[in-house]
């Protein structure tokens, strides 16, 4: 049987856009908590909530902004964010979100690269000062004519000038746009070359978070706590517009992810489901006094970032309670999600597999050259269509090219194996694949395997150069604490007669953390590099 699946055709798409989905939802919850920023205390019921939208929208067609003009955000998850995202879509503006670890550089391309018009800025965050780094950028930005502080009395200043708008100026606005429009622009990080901006339209997105949640059978009883990046789709999709499709209560643990403030959070405010990347639930779980936490309402959430490790699940299904836990995989390119996990499925396919096609799409996995599909059990090119694949990459009709060939089919570029279930696993990225000595060699695989020596707390296997084999493997190991580093000796060892002898690592190296993107994921490009320097390998 080839590797292909098609996705349910129900619950039907929503066909409207970001804006009127959010107010059906507030007529219908009025007098409902919708959003509850714990750090500050502020809270919002769903009346609340979409007066303060509507005063931003206002503010921003008061400041000139055109439908279709690029508004950006640069700032850590708080309330203003949130406020921004549906302001933006009812404004009918495009929402550029800019990594909050971005720097001049990088600050400066997003900018210019989309055409932004305005941008929405924490002063600070984590030692970073924005307000300098702004002004840093600004004669490198010439199409930058507004900087608006989220912290500061710039914010009061936007939503007053838009007390002066005409009366149902927005109303017009929101009456000409459509489903199909774009309304966010995401940078890739890229590996070479300079980010790309995703653009996705509310049908993208909105339909998304709808499906996403809807598998995990979020209602407006439940109450999720968020602690990863709204900058993300992560954070903005499958949370923030999970919630408002669904009329639950989105709750902000921390500007940034703090695994105390995290379990505080679903603690006190009673939250029935948790999202986060494994290495969240990783750091929740062993922070000493993990035990001491009431847990008691939770019932589920999603992890997503990369395969959960089997004990990761464990953990989270009898210590925090969360047995419809779900597993979801997907690309900021695809909305992001276009395979998941049910609430049926047993803990072998919640660890094992990435999960089934998600409604409304199909996915397939091909030979990388030849771009003919697979048989299941084969490894290919992990490849998906339908309503959720990107408008493309933001004036870069190339690289759209690339990604997006002429039928429709976004190539992720991961390395995938569809099985006889039609359950998926991903064993790598292509770029990531090993070569030693003309043996394919998938990290994830031993990464999986290295993570069953009872001291180590989180493994990655990356490829280095070597001079007879071409390529050979470097794990870099985190130890459960008090646990004794492991050197190369001792984890040939523990491989020895259980892993074929090319895919057992030459080299080791303990580390204290691994370099991560503010989405959570592992640089292995950064740890590819750094290997190589360190081991003398260049």
């Not at 950028?137 to 900087?147: A, I, T």
């Not at 929101?174 to 049908?203: E, F, M, V, W």
């Not at 109450?223 to 954070?235: D, K, Q, T």
């Not at 707390?457 to 794990?475: I, W």
Request: hydrophobic share 40%; proline share 5%; with cysteine.
């Amino acid at each position: 049987m080839e590797s292909y699946a098609a996705g349910e055709s129900a619950p039907a798409l929503l066909d409207e856009t970001i804006g009127a989905s959010f107010e059906a939802t507030a007529a219908r919850h009025a007098d409902r908590e919708a959003l509850v920023e714990v750090a500050t205390g502020r809270r919002w019921t769903w009346a609340e909530l979409d007066r303060d939208v509507d005063a931003l929208a206002r503010g921003l067609l008061a400041a000139g902004l055109a439908q279709g003009d690029r508004v950006g955000i640069w700032a850590p998850n708080c309330a203003e964010w949130t406020i921004a995202q549906y302001a933006t879509a009812k404004a009918g503006v495009v929402l550029v979100n800019v990594n909050p670890a971005y720097r001049t550089h990088e600050l400066a391309y997003a900018v210019n690269q989309s055409g932004m018009r305005v941008l929405l800025s924490a002063s600070s965050f984590k030692g970073s000062d924005y307000t300098a780094m702004v002004d840093a950028v600004r004669r490198e930005c010439p199409g930058l004519e507004r900087v608006v502080y989220v912290d500061g009395p710039d914010w009061a200043e936007l939503v007053a000038q838009g007390e002066r708008l005409p009366a149902g100026a927005l109303e017009e606005r929101k009456a000409g746009l459509s489903p199909d429009d774009a309304i966010n622009i995401q940078y890739t990080s890229g590996t070479t070359g300079n980010p790309k901006g995703a653009t996705l339209s509310h049908r993208n997105i909105l339909n998304n978070g709808y499906l996403v949640t809807e598998t995990i059978g979020l209602t407006h009883e439940d109450r999720l706590c968020i602690p990863v990046p709204f900058y993300h789709c992560f954070g903005m999709v499958m949370a923030n517009l999970g919630c408002t499709t669904h009329g639950a209560t989105m709750v902000i643990p921390a500007p940034g992810f703090d695994p105390a403030a995290t379990l505080r959070a679903v603690q006190d405010e009673r939250c029935t489901v948790l999202y986060g990347v494994p290495t969240m639930f990783i750091a929740m779980q062993n922070l000493p006094d993990f035990a001491t936490y009431d847990l008691e309402a939770l019932r589920g959430g999603i992890m997503a970032g990369s395969i959960c490790p089997v004990e990761v699940m464990k953990r989270c299904i009898e210590d925090m309670g969360m047995s419809q836990v779900s597993i979801a995989y997907g690309m900021t390119e695809t909305s992001p999600v276009s395979c998941q996990t049910r609430a049926e499925d047993d803990l072998e396919r919640r660890t094992a597999t990435i999960g089934r096609v998600h409604p409304h799409l199909e996915i397939k996995v091909v030979d990388p050259v030849t771009g003919a599909t697979v048989e299941r059990g084969e490894t290919g090119e992990f490849c998906t269509r339908g309503y959720s694949v990107m408008l493309g990459y933001w004036n870069d009709e190339a690289k759209t090219a690339e990604a997006v060939d002429a039928d429709g089919w976004m190539h992720t570029g991961d390395l995938a194996v569809m099985r006889e279930d039609g359950y998926c696993t991903i064993v790598g990225r292509i770029k990531d694949m090993v070569i030693r000595g003309g043996e394919n060699i998938y990290p994830r695989e031993i990464e999986e395997f290295l993570y069953t020596h009872p001291d180590v707390e989180d493994v990655q296997v990356v490829g280095v150069p070597d001079a007879k084999y071409g390529e050979e493997l470097c794990a870099w190991v985190r130890m459960r604490p008090g646990r004794a580093p492991l050197d190369a000796d001792a984890v040939r060892a523990f491989c020895d007669g259980r892993l074929a002898r090319f895919k057992i690592p030459r080299y080791v190296m303990t580390v204290e953390e691994f370099p991560m993107t503010v989405t959570g994921k592992v640089r292995k490009v950064q740890m590819r590099e750094e290997s190589t320097s360190r081991l003398g390998l260049g």
